[in-house]
C-alpha cells in the first residue's frame, strides 16, 4: 500500500519567508510526528499528534514553528519568518497502534534550504 | 529508553550475509529492540522489531539473545543497495507518542 508522503521533496526560499510542509500519512494510522534532521545529525523531534488529543509541541524550536493536523490526516508544518539554522530535511511520520508494539513509519523528507 | 551500542561501521561482501551487533544491556522488560536503516538523502526505514523471540520478515532477521542484553540483525544476502546507516534503538511497548532518537548506528558498506 501507499507510504507517508511528502511535499514538497525540496524547498529553496529567503531568509525571512514562511514556508509550508505537508505530510501525509499512511491511510488509518492515527499517529503523525514531525522530526528534523540537520546534516550528519541524528533526528530531532518535533511535535506529535494522536487522533483527536492536544498535540505535544515539546520539540518545537520556537514559536516561529507551528503544525496542525487537519481531519486527522494530512499534517501541514509551517516555519515562520525563516532563519538559515532552519535549513534541514524535515521528516515526517506515522503509525498505528499495533498488538506487538508502535512502529514509525518515515515519509522521504523535504529538505528545506535556507538562503 | 535504554541505551544501545553499536560498531561505528561494517564491512560487507556482496552476496553475502551482513551481521550487525547490538548491545543493550540495561534493557527492561517492557522495552523491544527495534531496528531502523537510512540509505543517503532517504528517510530513515523500518526494517524490524522484536521483544524476547527471533523475528523474520522479508528484509531481515533478529536474533536476541536469551538475557536480551543484545542482539544480532542479520541481512541473509547483502546487496549494493543495502549500504546504510542502521540503528538499533530499545523503546517501550505499546506507547505513543515515544519519540525515536537515533544514536550514531552502524555504517554498512557492502562492496562488490
Known amino acids: 500500500g501507499a507510504g507517508v508522503s511528502q511535499s514538497p521533496s525540496n524547498k529553496v526560499t529567503e531568509k525571512g519567508k514562511d514556508v509550508e510542509l505537508r505530510c501525509d500519512p499512511i491511510?488509518?494510522?492515527?499517529?503523525l510526528y514531525w522530526y528534523r534532521q540537520s546534516l550528519g545529525q541524528g533526528l530531532e523531534f518535533l511535535i506529535y499528534f494522536q487522533g483527536n488529543s492536544a498535540p505535544d509541541k515539546s520539540g518545537l524550536p520556537s514559536d516561529r514553528f507551528s503544525a496542525e493536523r487537519t481531519g486527522g490526516s494530512v499534517s501541514t508544518l509551517t516555519i515562520q519568518r525563516t532563519q538559515q539554522e532552519d535549513s534541514a530535511v524535515y521528516l515526517c511520520a506515522s503509525s498505528q497502534n499495533m498488538l506487538r508494539g508502535e512502529t514509525q513509519y518515515f515519509g522521504p523528507g523535504t529538505r528545506l534550504l535556507v538562503l | 529508553d535504554a541505551k544501545t551500542t553499536q560498531p561505528t561501521s561494517m564491512d560487507c561482501a556482496e552476496g553475502r550475509a551482513a551481521n550487525l551487533p547490538c548491545n543493550h544491556s540495561t534493557i527492561s522488560g517492557n522495552e523491544y529492540v527495534y531496528w531502523y536503516r537510512q540509505i543517503h538523502s532517504q528517510g530513515p526505514q523500518y526494517i524490524i522489531h522484536g521483544l524476547k523471540n527471533n523475528e523474520t520478515n522479508e528484509m531481515a532477521s533478529l536474533i536476541i539473545t536469551e538475557d536480551r542484553k543484545s542482539s544480532t540483525l542479520i541481512l541473509p544476502h547483502a546487496t549494493l543497495r543495502d549500504t546504510a546507516v542502521y540503528y538499533c534503538?530499545?523503546?517501550?511497548?505499546?506507547?505513543?507518542?515515544?519519540?525515536?532518537?537515533f544514536g550514531a548506528g552502524t555504517i554498512l558498506r557492502v562492496k562488490s
Open positions: 491511510s488509518g494510522h492515527t499517529a
Open positions: 534503538i530499545v523503546r517501550a511497548y505499546m506507547e505513543y507518542g515515544n519519540k525515536l532518537v
